[in-house]
């Protein structure tokens, strides 16, 4: 059993080590929330940012909404994590900016000692005209275990408005993973970049589903994937852009690397209910080249660590 | 009384999809020397340089190969290179989204920010290239500079350089060259894989390779003039010293 103190500094440090940066957390100019569990540490915002959140049964409800106009200057660093070996997390999110609004939020997913756990992440995010939204989810895990996780993004973007979307695992086993994005960019001009990389290893299980409708006349959008499996891991990747409206472009973009005894299915679909868009794809499915793995050993890494390098390049 | 070697190898055949590509190779190189292994194209010259580096798919099916004194004829790659064996490839391979300065610091982890801007300076390179991708950004002959600059950091006991002029510009020539004085000047024993005379001209000593075979060692002045009478009289056929060369060719 950890303190709240223990919790936060756990956490906060983890979070901090992992893409935040010193003071992203408990300073007067940060703007960021703390959950261990379903127990709200710390939540802080600055004028022109509202933070409401209510502790749930398995998680949190929480509505952010970033004022008409506001410019965030700091990335808004959301914290969840738990560090017991069991149990589930639910965190429920509604993300509202509104017209004009800017800013760039970090979510740090933290389960260092995840055994058998569920970790889901629902959240539904709307982008008035103008707005721009960068939503970056880092994961860390622990080295071992099946901790399940499931992010699922809702997006609803507006005239001009940009969103772009990140999911990274920097740290640990992936374990069973299934991302599940879906964007409509409706408004005339909106733009949308998905971003997903997976490092899985030993017997995880990925599966990673980004969906962008492309409704609004000349919206864009591109999806790109870098999935790396080794050993016995499986992963799977639909990527679908659908072009409907005039002047829509959209690209797939999928590289999946597989070592050992991995197997990978890539399924890039580009569809065009419009006659006057434009999407586009490429996926490739390979092996990391023996003479990447061979130059690095020559340098003394062993096989392992000069794939390990390798891939830490490709999902940068 | 013989000379320390550092690196010897003694008969060495290897065979890739039923052909014989080295056919009995026997040399050596002595500790802090340049030493050359000229040929032409196809002669097995890299298939040499990779079979004393221990890639699998160039394991010795005959003959061995000692490391200061070692057999390491079953050692792998990272075995070989924890000795202090290493080998800059002809063609480095290409790591998307690893800055150079990360690929330098591979080399040696302890190194500075101003050791990693010296190794560049060696190879004609401004410090600004750390920051760039060791990807498909880089010219061929960038690529090649960075991976000498990286030879250099690591400081090695025997550094392998196959064909290291190659992609290189005129201008950055001479430092290249320059490049194998200031390692073996700081301990380090090179061994040049050339198909280039005047490459192999600044070595100390020399070995010809042809088909698989190694056909001539001597001074590198000797090796050259041999190599560049088209190697008439042919030493398969006539196997005498060719002045202060001597055939190696069994």
Redesign the interface.
């Known amino acids: 059993m950890h303190s709240v103190t223990e919790e936060y500094k756990t956490l906060v440090s983890i979070a901090e080590r992992t893409g935040g940066q010193p003071g992203s957390f408990g300073a007067e100019d940060a703007i960021y929330v703390v959950v261990h569990a379903n127990r709200i540490l710390a939540s802080h915002a600055l004028p022109g940012v509202r933070i409401e959140a209510a502790e749930t049964a398995d998680g949190i409800d929480a509505r952010i909404t970033v004022q008409a106009g506001t410019e965030v200057s700091r990335p808004v660093h959301l914290c969840f994590g738990h560090l017991a070996a069991s149990g589930r997390q639910v965190i429920r999110s509604r993300i509202f900016l509104e017209e004009r609004a800017k800013a760039v939020f970090q979510a740090h997913c933290i389960f260092p000692n995840a055994i058998e756990f569920l970790h889901a992440m629902e959240g539904e995010i709307h982008l008035a005209p103008q707005s721009a939204f960068s939503y970056r989810e880092v994961h860390v895990h622990g080295p071992e275990g099946r901790i399940e996780v499931r992010p699922v993004s809702r997006v609803r973007i507006d005239e001009n408005a940009v969103y772009r979307g990140d999911f990274t695992l920097v740290e640990g086993r992936v374990g069973n993973l299934a991302i599940d994005i879906d964007v409509e960019a409706h408004g005339r001009r909106s733009r949308v970049e998905v971003t997903s990389k997976v490092y899985g290893k030993y017997d995880d299980f990925c599966q990673v589903r980004d969906i962008v409708r492309l409704t609004g006349a000349e919206s864009s959008a591109l999806i790109k994937a870098r999935v790396v499996l080794k050993d016995r891991s499986e992963g799977k990747f639909l990527g679908l852009v659908d072009g409907a409206a005039p002047g829509a472009r959209g690209h797939v973009d999928c590289t999946e690397v597989v070592q050992g005894e991995a197997r990978a299915v890539a399924s890039p679909v580009v569809q065009a209910s419009h006659p006057e868009a434009e999407v586009t794809h490429e996926a490739a499915i390979g092996r990391i080249?023996?003479?990447?793995i061979?130059?690095?050993?020559?340098?003394?890494?062993?096989?392992d660590d000069a794939i390990d390098?390798?891939v830490?390049?490709?999902?940068? | 009384m013989l000379e320390p070697r550092m690196l010897f190898v003694k008969d060495v055949e290897v065979e890739r999809e039923g052909n014989r590509i080295l056919r009995g190779i026997s040399m050596q190189v002595h500790p802090g020397e340049i030493c050359g292994v000229l040929g032409r194209n196809g002669a097995g010259k890299s298939s040499l340089a990779y079979a004393i580096m221990g890639l699998p798919q160039y394991a010795p099916k005959k003959g061995r190969i000692w490391f200061d004194g070692e057999d390491i004829t079953e050692w792998g790659v990272t075995q070989r290179a924890r000795a202090g064996i290493t080998l800059a490839w002809q063609h480095p391979a290409r790591y998307e989204g690893i800055p150079v300065r990360d690929y330098l610091k591979l080399s040696n982890p302890s190194a500075r920010e101003e050791d990693l801007a010296e190794a560049l300076n060696l190879v004609q390179m401004e410090p600004f290239y750390l920051d760039r991708m060791v990807d498909k950004g880089l010219s061929g002959g960038e690529r090649k500079r960075i991976e000498l600059s990286s030879i250099y950091l690591m400081k090695p006991r025997l550094a392998i350089l196959d064909e290291p002029d190659s992609g290189v510009d005129l201008l950055a020539l001479g430092e290249v060259m320059g490049l194998f004085k200031v390692l073996a000047s700081g301990g380090s024993s090179v061994l040049i894989i050339t198909h280039r005379e005047d490459v192999a001209a600044a070595c100390d000593r020399s070995y010809l390779m042809c088909a698989g075979k190694m056909i001539l060692e001597g001074s590198a002045e000797a090796v050259k003039r041999y190599f560049l009478s088209q190697c008439e009289p042919c030493v398969e056929q006539k196997p005498e010293n060719t002045g202060e060369a001597a055939s190696n060719h069994a």
Do not use: T
């Open positions: 080249a023996d003479d990447k061979q130059g690095l050993m020559a340098k003394g890494l062993s096989a390098f390798v830490s390049g490709l999902l940068r």
